[in-house]
């Protein structure tokens, strides 16, 4: 494990381990890279992973992109310079994902004319089936295939599609959801975050896509599944700044935990407790409250 403590003393920087902007597990310096505003303390290292970011500039990496930030080295002497504080070179694509051979396609019976059971459904739960599309590149299955009678949501990150989620619009399905085979995917279903790509600083972290479209740009879905150490480095490489996590009413345990864990990471962490049902119908039934959350993502 990189330790950056003794790295830091090594060179005389200046660090903090608590204190104004930083998160416990962290140190944190002034940022070393150049053309950042920062005048105090904002780019953070995690004591645990190694991996850095600053909170002012976004720019972000793993200890051996601090070495040569700091040192003004090339690559081969930081991971010399890094092998020396106990460190390796920190992965930042997750573990699960695949080597894509061609591209990843959603089902070839999907298509983006939604048939009349599909368009039903999609506005009696509030939603507008055009903009959904549009937005979302949500398509449909009909009456054959595997996804029949299902809609199906296109998981991008870094604007590459790398899994789908697929929704059971009969209410008749055992499963709900069901998600593209690991075999199939770029990334499987544990290592994705619905909508990571339209985060910005902010985000509110939800379950599942309903959520995620009510809120619109800046909330991601978990998609039903635990949050893993990929889904939060999916957050730490994106820069996001302040999470709010926004779970069921019935669910406070679990958006605990969520909670807990993203502080880890990011410097202001929330739970937003709902009087009532789930994000999706409370902020559909109470618009002010929506609106005061989009500022808050803004």
């Not at 890279?33 to 793993?62: F, I, M, R, V």
């Not at 092998?83 to 999907?110: C, D, T, Y």
Request: net charge negative; aromatic share 10%; with cysteine.
């Amino acid at each position: 494990m990189f330790d950056a403590i003794a790295y830091l003393d090594s060179r005389g920087i200046a660090y903090h381990t608590e204190g104004k902007n930083v998160t416990q597990g962290w140190v944190n310096i002034q940022c070393v890279y150049p053309g950042c505003s920062d005048a105090t303390n904002h780019l953070g290292t995690n004591l645990s992973t190694g991996l850095h970011s600053c909170w002012k500039c976004g720019k972000k990496g793993g200890p051996e992109q601090l070495i040569m930030a700091i040192d003004r080295c090339a690559y081969p002497d930081a991971l010399a310079i890094l092998a020396g504080f106990g460190g390796a070179v920190v992965p930042i694509q997750p573990r699960h994902v695949r080597e894509a051979v061609g591209s990843f396609m959603l089902p070839k019976e999907a298509t983006a004319d939604y048939p009349p059971p599909h368009h039903r459904y999609l506005v009696g739960r509030g939603f507008d089936p055009d903009y959904i599309h549009q937005h979302y590149q949500v398509m449909s299955c009909y009456t054959t295939g595997q996804y029949r009678h299902r809609i199906i949501a296109p998981i991008f990150i870094d604007g590459v599609m790398v899994n789908f989620i697929a929704r059971d619009i009969t209410g008749l399905s055992e499963r709900k959801y069901t998600m593209a085979p690991n075999t199939d995917a770029i990334r499987p279903g544990e290592d994705v975050l619905y909508n990571i790509d339209r985060a910005q600083r902010s985000v509110a972290i939800v379950e599942g896509i309903f959520d995620v479209w009510r809120i619109g740009d800046g909330a991601v879905g978990l998609l039903g599944t635990a949050l893993t150490e990929e889904k939060l480095l999916l957050l730490l490489q994106r820069g996001i700044e302040r999470a709010f996590v926004i779970y069921d009413q019935d669910a406070s345990s679990r958006a605990k935990e969520v909670a807990n864990r993203v502080s880890k990471l990011i410097p202001h962490t929330e739970n937003i407790w709902l009087p009532r049902g789930d994000p999706d119908t409370y902020f559909a039934e109470n618009p002010s409250d929506l609106t005061d959350l989009q500022f808050l993502l803004r």
